[in-house]
Nanobody
């Protein structure tokens, strides 16, 4: 099972930016998905963004679309989440995730993930 390690969290003011990184213990298998999730205090974990390892098709939650960008490096071992125009509602523990579901032409879905990192905290103050 792949091991995932997040980094890059921190505290910023509203309107600021952060870039999260996730390093995997091995490259993503062809066609599988990687993603970012978050969990705020007292709330359930929710999907933020996903990306296919093969064709870079992305999928975003409505709450972050246009502000966040998910990407991966050419080795398929590092995943990124560029977060711009951050809002206090973005405050949460952010998790990197991996899926074994093969996606070759359609976006990865949030309910297909089964492997998680330990998380990195993002705090946005108003």
């Amino acid at each position: 099972q792949v091991q995932l390690a997040e980094s890059g969290g921190g505290s910023v003011q509203a309107g600021g930016s952060l870039r999260l990184s996730c390093t995997a213990s091995r490259a993503a298998y062809r066609g599988t998905c990687m993603g970012w999730f978050r969990q705020a205090p007292g709330k359930e974990r929710e999907g933020v963004a996903t990306i296919s390892s093969t064709i870079d098709i992305t999928n975003y939650a409505d709450s972050v679309r246009g502000r966040f960008t998910i990407s991966q490096d050419n080795t398929k071992k590092t995943l990124y989440l560029q977060m711009n125009n951050l809002k206090p509602d973005d405050t949460a523990l952010y998790y990197c995730a991996a899926s074994n579901v093969i996606r070759v032409s359609t976006p990865c879905q949030f309910d297909e993930f089964n492997t998680w990192g330990q998380g990195t905290q993002v705090t946005v103050s108003s």
